[in-house]
């Protein structure tokens, strides 16, 4: 075999010679070296070159891995569309018309220009320049996608963005953007950014990304669907009835009320779809009045049968008035000229597009969230009590899935990749099953460490005995959404390992086990999933949690433990998932989903606590048992008290024994202090007593 190697004497490369030593011939060197551009990184003494996977556009010509997208052609497109629009930049963002955190194929502007296909990031193109800015999660991504055209900026700030058009941009000059990609705080920072440059933006409605995009996806043929009524508490009508309420009881009397985010009117109406992946949305916008509802959707994908449903053939106050999607914008110009009337909008969802035309101002009403959103946000009874019944056999998936790591990890069978798609075929086979609710985070290892990493085919590792394993996934069902991460050792975990994944356990205990009053914000009992970690000098730098909904968003606002999130109330679910993350070496994340449920104590009323709906027990070896406080033992055992009665039943009602007796073995009680599994020194004195006595008999 002909196996080449470099020589380097100081900067002088010699030829590559084979391992025999015999000298290749200078044209197969040559043409050689021209397929497979090498790097050498480091010291260079004695080095092996290497086949770089990441761009090195210093070089003439750059050097482009073939996982890097040419991008030359929509770039000269664009700046056609640019130059007719008379700008001198374009920005372009990585979200949709709905300022959606999943968007579909069909709004991937930002990786169609430039090929990058993270799902963070801001893209601005000039005349002869374009730049990407994303976070630290994916610069190795934009480096190994881009090619030459762009420049990686390590930044995610607007204030960057704006330094950096500045710079790029002549004064007087204007900056492009689409309106409906935009949110109102966005539009607001770069104004502010770019106050006093003489430097303006510019907002085109009609999107230039798409005018050049000539084979941009096209909308889901997918016709929408109602939810059955085994699942509904409340008719549409209800729904509609009830925020109407609303409307009428706020001081400031709005006439109507806009919904811009996609999970709005699919509660609203009770209605799903099939447009964005891991999410049952589609895509539409609704304008409620006293008196009328107008639903902005694709209207060919409204069967009749639906029709009938919404009422759609009347104009009465609960009949439902299909309008065209791309009409939401005149329909609401018009509507904001008839006197009287005042728009309530939610700025959180509410694109800047719709945002600018409901003027003057006194025509404008805002809040954070619109009472759709907050009112979605407590579950009623029905939807409590099938969202548990959702997490009960999603437990059995997960247990399933442990078994089987448990099995084929040891016999070298199992990496990143299948482990995920292990998972979710056990989901498939739950009743009720739509699919996962969002690409699992499979991670051993290092890999864990990023605490939101999924495997690709070239970060795919093996799982072995010898590292700590994190799996983070969830599913869709027609009765809920869920959440669950696990980290499990299957060999003999260090100490560190051991103390850090019991000080993450008790931070979820002690979140879950917390009593407090009605309306406390998740931001102010939040550092109790961190305070363990905190006293050993760790933490971690994500959220402690996030809202959850009915077969919605796996991350349901405007719930959870964030400043911008709304207070506790009953009813309400959320995810608790303290972590900790040792660099290059192993990541632990704890994640359960809970109910705000209302509780009994001495003196007061109005009081709240957790109850824990996520059901798969915890890795016995991973946790230090003398680190627990009585209490937090006795949470522990009650909840795993919990997984025997209910998980227990629908493993029966499954026939899967195997499985049952992993999860009796797993759910075994722990001695608690004080307990008559635990031996005190009290009773120990008394036990020497009677054996004392026993010997004085005999």
């Not at 220009?113 to 801001?122: P, Q, R």
């Not at 004064?171 to 430097?199: A, C, H, M, V, W």
């Not at 053939?313 to 006197?339: F, M, W």
Request: glycine share 6%.
């Amino acid at each position: 075999m002909n196996h080449f190697v470099f020589i380097y004497l100081g900067n002088f490369l010699m030829f590559p010679k084979t391992l025999s030593g015999h000298e290749n011939p200078v044209c197969l060197v040559l043409q050689w070296l021209l397929e497979k551009p090498l790097f050498v990184k480091g010291n260079t003494d004695g080095a092996v070159a290497r086949e770089s996977t990441e761009r090195n556009c210093s070089l003439t010509p750059p050097y482009l891995p073939s996982t890097a997208v040419n991008t030359s052609l929509q770039l000269e497109e664009l700046r056609v569309q640019m130059r007719a629009m008379n700008i001198s930049a374009y920005i372009i963002p990585a979200t949709d018309a709905h300022l959606s955190e999943y968007i579909a194929p069909r709004d991937a502007r930002l990786a169609f220009m430039t090929g990058f296909t993270g799902s963070a990031g801001t893209a601005v193109v000039t005349l002869n320049k374009a730049a990407l800015w994303t976070d630290s999660r994916y610069w190795v991504q934009a480096e190994r996608q881009m090619d030459c055209n762009w420049e990686l900026e390590k930044d995610v700030s607007i204030s960057s963005v704006a330094e950096w058009l500045i710079s790029e941009v002549p004064k007087g000059d204007e900056i492009g953007f689409d309106p409906f990609l935009f949110s109102l705080k966005t539009q607001g920072d770069y104004n502010i950014n770019l106050d006093s440059s003489d430097r303006s933006l510019k907002s085109i409605t009609e999107n230039l990304v798409d005018k050049v995009w000539k084979e941009r996806p096209s909308v889901p043929p997918d016709n929408l669907t109602r939810l059955p009524d085994r699942v509904i508490q409340r008719t549409w009508q209800e729904k509609v009835e009830h925020i109407r309420t609303q409307m009428g009881d706020n001081p400031y009397k709005p006439t109507g009320l806009l919904l811009s985010a996609l999970d709005e009117t699919a509660w609203l109406f009770n209605m799903r779809g099939n447009d964005i992946p891991y999410n049952p949305f589609f895509y539409s916008y609704t304008l409620l009045t006293m008196d009328e509802i107008w639903l902005f959707l694709h209207v060919e994908r409204v069967t009749e049968e639906l029709k009938v449903y919404l009422n759609a053939s009347c104009e009465g106050a609960l009949c439902v008035q299909l309008k065209g999607y791309d009409t939401i914008l005149d329909h609401l110009k018009n509507y904001v000229t008839r006197p009287g009337v005042k728009v309530w909008i939610g700025t959180e969802y509410t694109n800047y597009a719709l945002y600018e035309v409901i003027t003057p101002q006194d025509k404008l009403l805002t809040s954070s969230y619109s009472p759709v959103l907050t009112t979605k946000a407590v579950k009623d009874e029905t939807e409590q009590q099938i969202l548990r019944d959702a997490h009960v056999r999603d437990a059995i998936v997960v247990i399933q899935f442990l078994m089987w790591l448990e099995k084929t990890v040891p016999e070298g069978n199992a990496t990143e990749l299948t482990a995920a798609e292990y998972v979710d075929k056990c989901r498939s086979k739950q009743k009720d099953s739509r699919g996962p609710s969002f690409a699992t985070i499979s991670a051993s290892g290092p890999n864990a460490a990023l605490a939101h990493y999924s495997p690709t085919k070239e970060t795919n590792r093996r799982l072995t005995v010898d590292e700590m394993y994190l799996v983070d996934s969830g599913g869709q069902y027609l009765d809920g959404t869920t959440d669950i991460t696990r980290t499990v050792h299957w060999g003999k975990p260090t100490e560190m390992q051991k103390e850090a994944f019991t000080r993450v356990l008790m931070g979820n205990i002690e979140i879950s086990r917390t009593i407090f009053p009605s309306g406390t914000r998740g931001v102010n009992m939040e550092m109790l999933g961190r305070r363990a970690l905190w006293e050993v000098g760790l933490n971690y730098g994500h959220g402690t949690g996030h809202g959850v909904g009915n077969y919605f968003g796996v991350h349901e606002w405007p719930v959870g433990f964030q400043s911008n999130n709304i207070g506790f109330r009953a009813g309400m679910f959320t995810s608790i998932e303290p972590g900790y993350y040792k660099e290059n070496d192993f990541g632990i994340r704890i994640e359960d989903v809970a109910v705000v449920v209302p509780v009994q104590t001495k003196y007061g009323n109005n009081y709240l606590t957790f109850d824990t709906v996520s059901l798969v027990p915890y890795d016995r070896k991973l946790i230090d048992m003398s680190l627990l406080s009585s209490e937090q033992l006795h949470w522990l055992n009650k909840y795993y008290e919990t997984i025997r009665s209910l998980v227990g039943a629908e493993l029966d009602n499954q026939g899967l024994h195997e499985e049952k007796d992993w999860m009796l073995r797993n759910t075994e009680p722990f001695a608690e202090i004080g307990s008559s599994a635990s031996v005190s020194s009290s009773s120990l004195t008394l036990i020497a007593l009677a054996v004392a006595m026993l010997h004085n008999i005999v």
